[in-house]
T-cell receptor, first 110, second 113 residues
């Protein structure tokens, strides 16, 4: 079945470091791809999305490109801040429901 | 616009007790989802409603879990009896259609002791 695999955490970086969180997917069709973020004590928030191959989603300095040839949707940010500390979930919607990865916890040190 | 409302925010119960969670989706959103998020894992879909009808409940443990959305608006998820492994955050989400635009509530954190 359709699934998402993302790199295990926790990921610990210093402030202003470059961030990459890897995400690959398995899907029989052409899903939309998402990154959600969950800040401590809060609910899931949509961070960015891409609906077709080669689309780039971006928000708050984060970017991810839908790569059909490598079935990937890696999350990147050029310079992380302490406030980016959260759990990040890669997800896909093959039809009308969301399938999530296990999440990657990110710690940013000042 | 108001978000997806869930209550209670936290609940602690003993095993074998029953518990109910409530969700009020964004006004006009026809599709409503309940997800279970166990600590350290991604959310897992339990049940999906389209208006007041069930679209998918294939991953709902029906021997102990039930959910309803009688008037096609708010929804209740019940667990009876609860087990220790039911400890999780229960998330409600809604969307205007089956084509996406999901909004999640803050969740109910259940601890079964």
């Amino acid at each position: 079945g359709d699934s998402v695999t993302q790199m295990e955490g926790p990921v610990t970086l210093s402030e202003e470091a470059f961030l990459t969180i890897n995400c690959t997917y398995t899907a029989t069709g052409y899903p939309s791809l998402f990154w959600y973020v969950q800040y401590p004590g809060e609910g899931l928030q949509l961070l960015l999305k891409a609906t077709k191959a080669d689309d780039k989603g971006s928000n708050k300095g984060f970017e991810a490109t839908y790569r059909k040839e490598t079935t990937s949707f890696h999350l990147e940010k050029g310079s992380v801040q302490v406030s980016d500390s959260a759990v990040y979930f890669c997800a896909l919607t093959p039809d009308d429901k969301i399938i999530f990865g296990k999440g990657t916890r990110l710690h940013i040190l000042p | 616009e108001a978000g997806v409302a869930q209550s209670p925010r936290y609940k602690i119960i003993e095993k074998r007790q029953s518990v109910a969670f409530w969700c009020n989706p964004i006004s006009g959103h026809a599709t409503l989802y309940w997800y279970q998020q166990i600590l350290g894992q991604g959310p897992k879909l339990l049940i999906q409603f389209q208006n007041n009808g069930v679209v998918d409940d294939s991953q709902l443990p029906k021997d102990r879990f039930s959910a309803e959305r009688l008037k096609g608006v708010d929804s209740t998820l019940k667990i009876q009896p609860a087990k220790l492994e039911d400890s999780a955050v229960y998330l409600c989400a809604s969307s205007p259609s089956r084509a996406g635009g999901y909004t999640f509530g803050s969740g109910t954190r259940l601890t079964v002791v």
